[in-house]
């Protein structure tokens, strides 16, 4: 019988990662405002946000992007900066089939949609921290 995946707070306990106490705390507060469990844990200052999306792409059985990133021309030009800043998203590379993304928020499926028909693309999302995409958009759309 297969195992059922870890949720995000139990998983980075497990990988001691947290402290069972911390995630309580956490879980108590995103009980009363409805916020993310990841943005409460950063906030907090009990995980950084690299861990949390490590952590995100291993749940969700995708792949990790580690920074610094660089985008290719031709993605580029397939994402407009605004969207690319609202959505916190970040064109990798781009085939005439598939446009690989680097996201924050995986589970963001109208932007996948949204993507794949603007494109008219496969998308392929990879998950990287905020921080890291943050950083990528100011060098490829900035600088």
Do not use: N
């Not at 947290?18 to 009363?32: F, K, S, W, Y």
């Amino acid at each position: 019988m297969p195992t059922r995946p870890l949720r995000l707070g139990q998983s980075l306990v497990k990988a001691g990662r947290l402290e069972e106490r911390h995630l309580r705390t956490a879980l108590d507060e995103q009980r009363g405002s409805g916020r993310r469990l990841g943005d409460i844990l950063v906030k907090r200052g009990y995980v950084d946000d690299k861990t949390v999306s490590r952590s995100l792409a291993a749940q969700l059985s995708l792949p990790f992007a580690e920074g610094p990133l660089t985008p290719e021309a031709e993605a580029l030009e397939l994402v407009d900066a605004t969207l690319a800043r609202a959505r916190a998203i970040l064109p990798l590379s781009a085939t005439a089939r598939t446009l690989r993304l680097a996201v924050s928020d995986p589970p963001d499926h109208e932007t996948l949609q949204e993507l794949r028909l603007s494109s008219v693309r496969h998308v392929e999302p990879f998950v990287a921290a905020p921080s890291t995409i943050a950083e990528g958009i100011r060098t490829a759309y900035d600088g």
